[in-house]
């Protein structure tokens, strides 16, 4: 478990250092930390500089000299206090390594959502890049396998099961009589340099498909996923996906959808949102990490950098997502290290104090790193974005800014329209507030008025 990290000179990240809290009460199966903090505050950085410290300190770079490009420091805890795991040489007051360095990890994970280029030159089996474009194969790479190609067995799988709901609109917990389901997977090959369909079959390990169509330059397969694919009962999700990436003569890959209530009628992944794909793919990225360390003697650990996950998803996917981690990783023989950079408060709701990390400027323009000395675990979604995300309101400003201007100018007849647009909540109760106030001095004024005129007739 890290104690500490230096960075020197990347980015943003100048004479960055993080401490990390004990998480030893802290049940769960994966060493999970989280990263927030406004736009510019380095959260991609710092996930970017654990990627390249990531990539350096690998089991299959163990004999290699580290070629991090800037200098860093990550400590451990042990029995007797801390200790220097890992450093870049020449970093400032930093203690020599106690030991020969140490790989940290046996395999790289980076998934980022945005539409900054963060594609890294060094790409194998054990250092996997993904962003929207590529990670699309992820899930044609567990239908490929043994793990994934009977339906029946695709869907009894929990995990998988809850995204299935999630992706159709409906509660974990509840029973979901209408689904979206994945029915027929599809590759394009590309036949214009002489690859050939048995040349990707031999390959991939895989059947011949059930049909296909010839397109100019390509050919499309079409494999339904109701009965056995794969030739191969030990391929590994992992090196499918890796072949799929890397293959250039595999040019693209997705699904014919089915919804359950309407079998035999087939949908493209044009009829499906950024949102329903999002789902699919990138927690079918942490179901075959989970996957692949389930029944191996030797498990590996993994560095898994996730940019902002939560993209495109509604609130009610973000109250499941890192249970949902939680749950795919429960089993796991190995602690893996999960660094989630997030703008959601939602998902903070879920965090333990421990597991959670404000990144902010300087007024000299680096940045710092601080834990959050608060409890936040089961917190209101409301008071974290006001006191974490720094949020002026708790409502938009178009409607904060009418509603002031309304309880400013004392008219009754507006307060009492506005009164049918406002949904509930603290605005609301100002309102009805207000108009009660006014109503009651206007009373007030109407019995002085009437006493007066009493007084008048005598």
């Given at each position: 478990?890290?104690?500490?990290?230096?960075?020197?000179?990347?980015?943003?990240?100048?004479?960055?250092?993080?401490?990390?809290?004990?998480?030893?009460?802290?049940?769960?199966?994966?060493?999970?930390?989280?990263?927030?903090?406004?736009?510019?505050?380095?959260?991609?950085?710092?996930?970017?500089?654990?990627?390249?410290?990531?990539?350096?300190?690998?089991?299959?770079?163990?004999?290699?000299?580290?070629?991090?490009?800037?200098?860093?420091?990550?400590?451990?805890?042990?029995?007797?206090?801390?200790?220097?795991?890992?450093?870049?040489?020449?970093?400032?007051?930093?203690?020599?390594?106690?030991?020969?360095?140490?790989?940290?990890?046996?395999?790289?994970?980076?998934?980022?959502?945005?539409?900054?280029?963060?594609?890294?030159?060094?790409?194998?089996?054990?250092?996997?890049?993904?962003?929207?474009?590529?990670?699309?194969?992820?899930?044609?790479?567990?239908?490929?396998?043994?793990?994934?190609?009977?339906?029946?067995?695709?869907?009894?799988?929990?995990?998988?099961?809850?995204?299935?709901?999630?992706?159709?609109?409906?509660?974990?917990?509840?029973?979901?009589?209408?689904?979206?389901?994945?029915?027929?997977?599809?590759?394009?090959?590309?036949?214009?340099?002489?690859?050939?369909?048995?040349?990707?079959?031999?390959?991939?390990?895989?059947?011949?498909?059930?049909?296909?169509?010839?397109?100019?330059?390509?050919?499309?397969?079409?494999?339904?996923?109701?009965?056995?694919?794969?030739?191969?009962?030990?391929?590994?999700?992992?090196?499918?996906?890796?072949?799929?990436?890397?293959?250039?003569?595999?040019?693209?890959?997705?699904?014919?959808?089915?919804?359950?209530?309407?079998?035999?009628?087939?949908?493209?992944?044009?009829?499906?949102?950024?949102?329903?794909?999002?789902?699919?793919?990138?927690?079918?990225?942490?179901?075959?990490?989970?996957?692949?360390?389930?029944?191996?003697?030797?498990?590996?650990?993994?560095?898994?950098?996730?940019?902002?996950?939560?993209?495109?998803?509604?609130?009610?996917?973000?109250?499941?997502?890192?249970?949902?981690?939680?749950?795919?990783?429960?089993?796991?023989?190995?602690?893996?290290?999960?660094?989630?950079?997030?703008?959601?408060?939602?998902?903070?709701?879920?965090?333990?104090?421990?597991?959670?990390?404000?990144l902010y400027k300087t007024q000299h323009g680096g940045?710092?790193?601080?834990?959050?000395?608060?409890?936040?675990?089961?917190?209101?979604?409301?008071?974290?974005?006001?006191?974490?995300?720094?949020?002026?309101?708790?409502?938009?400003?178009?409607?904060?800014?009418?509603?002031?201007?309304?309880?400013?100018?004392?008219?009754?007849?507006?307060?009492?329209?506005?009164?049918?647009?406002?949904?509930?909540g603290e605005w609301r109760w100002k309102i009805r507030?207000?108009?009660?106030?006014?109503?009651?001095?206007?009373?007030?004024?109407?019995?002085?008025?009437?006493?007066?005129?009493?007084?008048?007739?005598?």
């Amino acid at each position: 478990m890290f104690s500490y990290i230096k960075i020197e000179d990347f980015c943003n990240l100048t004479n960055f250092e993080m401490e990390f809290e004990n998480k030893k009460d802290t049940i769960s199966n994966i060493n999970l930390n989280v990263l927030i903090g406004k736009n510019g505050t380095g959260k991609s950085c710092l996930l970017d500089a654990l990627f390249e410290i990531g990539t350096n300190n690998l089991k299959s770079k163990e004999s290699e000299e580290d070629a991090t490009s800037f200098k860093y420091q990550i400590k451990i805890k042990t029995e007797n206090g801390t200790k220097t795991l890992c450093a870049k040489p020449n970093i400032k007051n930093t203690e020599m390594v106690d030991e020969p360095k140490k790989f940290l990890w046996d395999k790289i994970f980076r998934l980022y959502t945005g539409s900054t280029k963060r594609y890294s030159s060094d790409f194998s089996q054990n250092i996997m890049d993904f962003n929207e474009k590529n990670i699309k194969y992820i899930l044609p790479a567990i239908f490929f396998t043994s793990y994934g190609t009977n339906l029946t067995k695709y869907t009894e799988d929990s995990n998988i099961k809850d995204i299935l709901k999630l992706t159709s609109g409906c509660n974990i917990n509840d029973d979901c009589e209408s689904t979206i389901n994945p029915v027929v997977v599809w590759l394009e090959i590309n036949i214009d340099e002489g690859y050939t369909l048995d040349d990707v079959i031999k390959i991939l390990n895989i059947k011949q498909p059930d049909y296909k169509s010839i397109e100019k330059n390509s050919i499309k397969c079409f494999w339904k996923i109701d009965k056995d694919i794969t030739t191969n009962v030990q391929n590994k999700p992992l090196n499918i996906l890796y072949t799929m990436l890397e293959a250039p003569h595999i040019v693209d890959a997705g699904f014919l959808y089915e919804k359950s209530e309407k079998p035999g009628l087939y949908y493209t992944e044009q009829s499906l949102s950024d949102g329903e794909l999002g789902v699919f793919s990138r927690l079918a990225l942490l179901i075959i990490l989970g996957i692949e360390n389930k029944n191996v003697e030797t498990p590996e650990k993994y560095l898994i950098l996730l940019d902002e996950p939560e993209t495109h998803f509604n609130e009610n996917w973000k109250i499941h997502f890192i249970n949902l981690i939680d749950k795919i990783f429960s089993n796991a023989k190995v602690q893996h290290d999960i660094f989630i950079a997030t703008h959601s408060a939602m998902l903070v709701t879920d965090l333990k104090k421990e597991e959670l990390h404000r990144l902010y400027k300087t007024q000299h323009g680096g940045v710092k790193a601080t834990t959050i000395p608060f409890c936040t675990f089961g917190g209101n979604v409301i008071d974290i974005g006001r006191t974490l995300f720094e949020m002026d309101s708790d409502i938009g400003e178009r409607a904060k800014d009418e509603i002031k201007e309304a309880l400013n100018n004392d008219n009754v007849e507006k307060l009492n329209k506005l009164l049918h647009q406002v949904g509930a909540g603290e605005w609301r109760w100002k309102i009805r507030s207000k108009i009660n106030q006014l109503e009651k001095a206007d009373m007030c004024c109407n019995f002085k008025i009437k006493d007066q005129e009493l007084e008048n007739e005598k």
